[in-house]
């Protein structure tokens, strides 16, 4: 991205967010975040159609981030799925502030976990989005009531219920039968 375009989405971001501690974004318009960002309205059309949408830009970076994060393959499934649910938890506590508008008001917070735990198995799917469901529920909750755990106690509790859905022996580092 160049430097001028990168500037103004900066400019428009620090606008978005001096107003959205006076009010909520539903009723922030194109025409005051424009005139607080000191830009036109032309300039704005050109990235973006409504307000939320900068929100969404925000949010969708953080969750591609994320979902390259939880996608990286371990040699070891067990420490590999700590280890991504750990950064899964660290990324979302230090955008929490974005996360916690986007959850709010942007967007339904269940589609950024759905395709992080597809396979090919169907009875897996299903185990995995009852698992993406609660994941989204947790982190929802967690976010919206301002991080009240660490994002390390969060990350094991959704690390041992992953462990224990997927019928991992958490002990013996044992996945069906397999010993890691």
Same mark, same amino acid.
């Given at each position: 991205? @160049?430097? +001028? ?8 971001? $620090?606008?978005? /967010? ?8 539903? *009723?922030?318009?194109? !025409?005051?975040?424009?005139? $607080?960002?000191? #830009? *036109? ?25 994320? +979902? ?5 393959? /371990?040699?070891?499934?067990? +420490?590999?799925?700590? %280890? !991504? &649910?750990?950064?899964?938890?660290? =990324?979302? /506590?230090? @955008?929490?502030?974005? &996360?916690?508008?986007? &959850? ?5 917070? =269940?589609?950024? @976990? ?7 198995? %169907?009875?897996? @799917? =299903? =185990? ?6 609660? %994941?989204?529920?947790?982190? %929802? ?31 013996? *580092?044992? #996945? *069906?039968?397999?010993?890691?």
């Amino acid at each position: 991205m @160049n430097k +001028r375009i990168e500037k103004t989405k900066q400019e428009l971001i $620090k606008a978005l /967010y001096n107003l959205l501690a006076e009010k909520s974004i539903k *009723n922030i318009t194109v !025409s005051e975040l424009c005139k $607080k960002a000191k #830009i *036109n309205r032309t300039t704005f059309y050109k990235y973006y159609s409504i307000p939320v949408d900068i929100l969404r830009e925000l949010a969708d970076d953080v969750l591609k981030r994320t +979902r390259d994060i939880v996608m990286t393959i /371990y040699d070891d499934p067990i +420490r590999g799925i700590k %280890v !991504s &649910m750990l950064k899964y938890c660290q =990324m979302l /506590y230090e @955008n929490r502030e974005i &996360m916690k508008v986007y &959850m709010l008001y942007a967007y339904d917070f =269940m589609e950024i @976990n759905r395709s992080l735990f597809i396979t090919d198995n %169907v009875k897996k @799917n =299903m =185990m995995r989005r009852f698992f993406q469901g609660g %994941v989204s529920a947790i982190t %929802v909750h967690w976010i919206l009531e301002d991080c009240p755990q660490s994002p390390e106690e969060i990350a094991q509790i959704l690390s041992d219920y992953l462990i224990r859905i997927e019928g991992w022996d958490y002990t013996a *580092n044992r #996945i *069906n039968g397999i010993i890691y």
